[in-house]
């Protein structure tokens, strides 16, 4: 059997801003999540593996999160891709802050972060600068 790899983590948006503002920030960010890939060709990116509160008072105080995770087989070898994809995503999204978690058998426990230099991304904005730390638990798991 392949190695599997496990990646989940989330997107925060900025509190900040008229409850108008944010509604809207929301609205965006659901129809781009909208527009990602279904599973059906088996992209490394799907709106399946994305979730969020939609309406306030319920998970949703004043912070959207965007909760991510899937598993993949041995997705650290298309890695690259795989950060270049969610990359992309976060260019066209709102949002404050970004992690993932990548969890893989054989190369150990890695965490990506992306945080805003304004402490506010909006769609299009600028380069994206990420942080990557690396934990490894020993050998393989058995």
């Given amino acids: 059997m392949d190695p599997e790899s496990i990646v989940y983590g989330c997107i925060r948006d900025c509190p900040d801003g008229e409850p108008s503002a944010r509604r809207q920030r929301r609205a965006h960010n659901r129809q781009m999540l909208d527009q990602l890939p279904g599973l059906g060709g088996l992209p490394l990116l799907s709106r399946q593996m994305f979730s969020f509160c939609r309406f ?15 598993s993949y087989r041995a997705v650290e070898y298309e890695w690259a891709t795989w950060l270049q994809q969610f990359e992309t995503l976060l260019g066209r999204l709102y949002w404050s802050s970004a992690v993932v978690h990548l969890d893989t058998e ?10 805003s230099e304004q402490g506010f991304h909006q769609p299009g904005e600028g380069v994206l600068r990420m942080r990557c730390a690396w934990e490894h638990e020993g050998s393989l798991r058995g």
């Fill in 56 to 70: 306030e008072g319920e998970g949703l105080y004043q912070t959207q999160v965007i909760h991510f995770g899937a």
């Fill in 106 to 115: 054989l190369r150990g426990f890695h965490t990506f972060r992306w945080e």
